[in-house]
């Protein structure tokens, strides 16, 4: 068995050696244009030429859980994607999120300004019944961020397509409850996959629907957000601000006003980092299994897009 990896602004040379190290039987290298036909592919963000070179491929094993940027390309009909589920990302991702969620109910950024300044400042607490966290998206990572959060008893509301039953959450699903979703909701966490359906969802008539002086977290995808609507609906009062990881352009662009905004935080996509290890120790035990003819998780539905 040929298993390739190709991977764009990433080197591919230790995750090859750890494949192969785990697969003695495969033959394990890093793409090149014109390499030997592989069965098998590990990849991140390949070009077009990669996909067209490679018809023998019977199976695509992303190293993230979007799979947006894969599913641009012209892919040959059958063939598998298969996308990392959790392997070691959801607990980075609760940490995020309900960093940024603590962060912001108990006004640290106010705190810290003020003691720069030598100030020994008060704030009258807020009553967390007042800040209902939504999840939007309910997958391996919302889910586990939804019951992070439900720890430190915030009122948690989940938003996804289908019904969810997770202890402790209020489920809202489909699109119809999205305006009652966001309606319930102070601050929201977006955790969707980006699909044709998913693009530009947080925007002016979205957004406005959030509890006044809501406030936005989104580690999902760039996309999903339209930059104007977000800073505009802060800039009127009506969101109190912003933690942004991910971005239409990345890195985001040294102009871009999210940098300079005293009400909006920005992390360089790393809410939840691929950890090498873990991937390939998931990835390799999905290849034994679709060995064995068993059936894995993690295999996207192109209909669905994620
Ligand atoms: N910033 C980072 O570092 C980072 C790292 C990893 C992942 N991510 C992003 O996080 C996303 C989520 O990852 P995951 O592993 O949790 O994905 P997942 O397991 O596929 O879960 C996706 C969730 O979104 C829901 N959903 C999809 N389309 C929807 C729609 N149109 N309306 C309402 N709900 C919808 C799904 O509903 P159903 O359950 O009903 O299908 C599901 O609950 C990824 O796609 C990726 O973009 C970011």
New binding site residues.
Partial sequence: MNITVCFDKLDPAPWVQALQAALPQAQVSAWTPGAAQAELAIVWAPPQQFIDEQPGLQALFNI?????ALLKLRLPAGLKVV????AG??V??AE?VCHAVIRHFREFDGYAADTLMGKWSYRKPRSRADFAVGV????????RVAQALRVFEFPVN???????HIEGVRSF???DQ?CDFLQASRILVN?????P??ED?LNRATLSQLQRGGYLIN???GRHLVDEDLIALIDEGHLAGATL??FRTEPLPPDHSFWRHPKITVTP??????LREESIAQIVGKILALQRGEPIRGVVDPQ???
């Fill in positions: 993230g859980a979007g799979v947006d996308r990392l589920d959790d990302m959801s980075q991702m995020y939007m998206g309910l997958g391996v990572l919302g889910e989940g938003y996804s397509r289908s019904p969810k699903a489909g699109a999205l955790l969707i996959p980006l699909t359906e998913t969802l580690v999902a995808r990881d991910v996509h790393t809410s939840a980092r691929t669905r897009g994620y």
